[in-house]
């Protein structure tokens, strides 16, 4: 059973930094794209970042490009986002998924990603 837990979440300042992480285990992580989703509160779940399995690949969404960046160790079945210059806006529950989809860019849709972690929670005060 492959099982993602997130970590790394708090409460920050705006202009302030915070690196989430996502350990996988269970599953074979070097085989998986990863992603990085957030959920505000009365919204909607939206794609933030995601990266290809051997980590050739990155792709982040428009309101965080730039300030937030996405990588992994294969070694440590762990997927980061790097979060810097964080607003009040960027506060959600994020949530890592791993998805199966090894052609072309990591996926954006969410219905590509199969497992997923309980989320951590992001709160940037202004």
């Known amino acids: 059973q492959v099982q993602l837990e997130e970590s790394g979440g708090g409460l920050v300042q705006a202009g302030g930094s915070l690196r989430l992480a996502c350990v996988v285990s269970g599953g074979t992580f070097s085989s998986y794209a990863m992603g990085w989703f957030r959920q505000a509160p009365g919204k909607e779940r939206e794609f933030v970042a995601a990266i290809t399995w051997r980590g050739v690949m990155t792709d982040h969404s428009d309101s965080v490009k730039g300030r937030f960046t996405i990588s992994r160790d294969n070694a440590k079945n762990t997927v980061y986002l790097q979060m810097t210059s964080l607003k009040p806006e960027d506060t959600a529950v994020y949530f890592c998924?791993?998805?199966?989809?090894?052609?072309?860019?990591?996926?954006?849709?969410?219905?590509?990603?199969?497992?997923w972690g309980q989320g951590t929670r992001v709160t940037v005060s202004s």
């Open positions: 998924g791993a998805s199966a989809y090894v052609h072309g860019p990591p996926p954006r849709f969410m219905g590509e990603y199969l497992h």
